[in-house]
């Protein structure tokens, strides 16, 4: 099982384990909430079969198994004798805490719906003693915003092939409408206008002829070396927020011209120094476009 990686997140009902797990599904793994304890052995040898994509993986493990969670410190004691690579996770917070989120929640507890939230507390603690002192990591989250949490989670569990932000180029014609997911948007209706050329006007900008239409006009030269940089500054400026995903949307009036020759350049930019990049020109085909598009 070389490179695979299990974490175990347990800890308090209402401590965070929820936001943990999809921060750490951000840094790429593969988690499975409320595990019964005694499948854990079956899920490690299940997932030392699996493939080279799927290496990384989180199983959140609590109280909510009810009779099941008893087997919790035997199956671990089990799969150290196994030698099994894991990391175990307490999520914890203040009674105090806990009682407040539940409130604002209005959910029951499940130790035990029946009773205060505070007497499920204490029964919950009781039976996460043992398990607590087995940690490698616990996080008390009383005090800790969401961004400080993914902060120290990123710190804790990231692997070399985590961290790459995925970059979406999207091409889109602004009388199709705004895509809603866009973090960038570049309005580039004030390049030339290949539809007023008629041997142009049903050819797409992925055609070499269009292209350099565009890029002739010195406008064009201009944009594209301000726009280069601009992105160039950005995109470090996400990685650093841990930004996971960003959709850069280029537009012109129909999406057929020059926003798809804006978003080409930016896609063969982007891949160029190494980033994932994505491509899609969402409004290219509802035009009326007389060519055999390039790939």
């Not at 671990?76 to 914890?92: G, P, S, T």
């Not at 805490?97 to 029951?108: A, D």
């Not at 002829?209 to 160039?232: G, M, P, S």
């Amino acid at each position: 099982m070389k490179d695979f990686r299990l974490i175990i997140v347990t800890g308090m009902s209402g401590a965070g384990k929820t936001l943990a797990c999809r921060n750490l599904e951000d840094l790429g793994y593969f988690c499975v909430d409320n595990l019964p304890p005694v499948l854990i052995p079956k899920f490690v040898d299940l997932c030392s079969n699996s493939t080279e994509n799927m290496q990384k993986f989180v199983l959140v493990v609590d109280t909510r198994s009810k009779d099941f969670f008893d087997t919790f410190n035997q199956v671990l004691d089990e799969i150290d004798a196994q030698k099994v690579n894991y990391h175990l996770l307490f999520m914890d917070a203040s009674d105090e805490v806990i009682i407040r989120r539940y409130k604002e929640t209005r959910r029951r507890h499940p130790m035990d719906p029946n009773v205060l939230v505070s007497d499920a507390i204490e029964l919950e603690r009781k039976a996460l003693d043992k398990i607590k002192k087995r940690a490698n990591f616990i996080i008390d989250t009383s005090c800790l915003k969401r961004a400080e949490l993914k902060e120290r989670l990123t710190k804790m569990f990231k692997t070399d092939d985590t961290g790459k932000m995925n970059i979406s180029i999207l091409s889109f014609g602004f009388k199709f409408g705004l895509p809603l997911d866009a973090d960038l948007v570049f309005d580039v209706r004030f390049l030339p206008n290949p539809f007023y050329d008629e041997k142009l006007r049903y050819k797409s900008g992925t055609v070499p002829e269009v292209a350099a239409y565009i890029e002739k006009h010195e406008v064009t030269k201009e944009f594209k070396k301000k726009l280069d940089d601009l992105v160039e500054f950005l995109i470090p400026q996400y990685i650093n927020e841990e930004k996971s995903q960003l959709v850069i949307a280029v537009g012109c009036t129909g999406g057929m011209h020059r926003s798809v020759y804006i978003a080409n350049h930016l896609y063969n930019l982007l891949n160029e120094k190494g980033y994932v990049a994505n491509l899609e020109h969402r409004d290219l085909m509802k035009n009326e476009v007389r060519e055999h598009r390039a790939n």
